[in-house]
């Protein structure tokens, strides 16, 4: 059982930056992939970026336009993702996911979820 923690969220700017954590509670981190999605009020969650389990392989959706970076530190069970030139259609509730399998995009392929953080970007 994995338990996930998500913290960084809150009310923004467009243009300004945030960086959102994710914290696990495992002693397995390493072994999984893990991943970021968001979900906008009467929309479906999607995919915003997946880390591998070392870290070394990222992917990220191909609306963020470079503008996300997801990175990880297995010593301290910790994944963030670096949200920068936030825009308005950003907002949304954030969730951390971690999967037994590779990155993944789809977010069913991901077992363990958090309670989600708010991001709010005003124009």
């Known amino acids: 059982q994995v338990q996930l923690l998500e913290s960084g969220g809150g009310l923004v700017q467009a243009g300004d930056s945030l960086r959102l954590s994710c914290a696990a509670s495992?002693?397995?981190?390493?072994?999984?992939?893990m991943g970021w999605f968001r979900q906008a009020p009467g929309k479906e969650r999607e995919f915003v970026a997946a880390i591998s389990g070392s870290g070394a392989n990222t992917n990220y959706a191909d609306s963020l336009e470079g503008r996300f970076t997801i990175s990880r530190d297995n010593s301290r069970n910790s994944m963030t993702l670096q949200m920068n030139s936030l825009k308005p259609e950003d907002t949304a509730n954030y969730y951390c996911?971690?999967?037994?399998?590779?990155?993944?995009?789809?977010?069913?392929?991901?077992?363990?979820w958090g309670q989600g953080t708010q991001v709010t970007v005003s124009s």
């Open positions: 996911a971690a999967t037994l399998y590779t990155m993944r995009r789809n977010p069913l392929e991901y077992s363990y």
């Open positions: 495992t002693l397995t981190f390493s072994r999984y992939a």
